[in-house]
Structures are given as C-alpha cells and as structure tokens.
C-alpha cells in the first residue's frame, strides 16, 4: 500500500462519487476506479458499496477512513517534528559538565531553553575523560570542564 492509495481513498469517501473525487485529484476517474480496486484487493475487503447511481462506504471502509485521517496526520506530524529536530527546535540536547554549575552555565541553559523550549537540556556530571569520550561517542553534543588548577609550592 501506498500513501497515495490513501490520499485517493480518502476523496473518494468524502465525495462518495469517484468522478467528483477524480476531479478533486485531477485525474481522470478509470484510473481513480482501478487504484481503488487495487487498495479492497490488497486489503481483502470491500470498502465501498457501489450502484450505478450510488456509492457508500461499507464498515470496513468507516474504519480505514478512520485510520487513513489518522494515518496522514500522524506523517504530517512527524515529517514537521523531523524538521524542527533537523533546525535544532525540538529533540534533547546531552550537556556534559564537571564540578559543580556555574552561574554561566546555568545562565547559558536558561537563554538556550528561553529559545528552544521544546528541546529537553539533559546535564550529565562526567570527568574531563569521559566528555571528551562522551563528545566521541555522540553521546554529548556540548561539554564544560573546569580547569584543573596546579598547586603552588
């Protein structure tokens, strides 16, 4: 099954016509007919009662519309999340910092939530070593380590 097929399936039950739903898709209403045909086959079943003057959806037909609506939203949904995850708009963010927070860095993550308050910051406390291999590992995108002071003797 296609996504077309949905799409097709869809104009034809809110139509309930194929020739008004072949003019919605702008296409001509044999090949809508046939793609329909394709879709109960594949699925097994029959989605609509047909007559020469009437077309109606059949209770398999009421429950794929359903799933259909559901279906599309749930790609459209997620083809909008994907591309505010891609722009760095929403997901999370692994922060890997030593010692305790500074007021910096505390002040960085507010500004950076104030921006992207669908990005979750996730702070992990881990050693200078484990950043840099947390950083190798893509397992952090940002570290903080403190530097190391040298005793004075």
Known sequence: MELRHLHYFIAV????HFGRAAQRLNMSQPPLSQQIAQLEKELEVELFKRTKRHTELT??????LEQAYEI???IEKTSMDVRKIYQGE???????YTGILSKLLL???RTYRSRYPKVE????????ANQIRSLYENKI???FVCPQLKAVH
């Open 72 to 74: 599309l939203n749930k």
């Open 141 to 143: 995108k940002l570290g």
């Open 121 to 128: 910051v996730v702070l992990q406390h881990l050693s200078s």
């Open 59 to 64: 209770p398999a037909g009421k429950y794929f």
């Open 13 to 16: 039950a809110e139509e309930l």
């Open 107 to 109: 002040q960085l993550i």
């Open 90 to 96: 929403k997901g999370q963010l692994y922060i890997g």
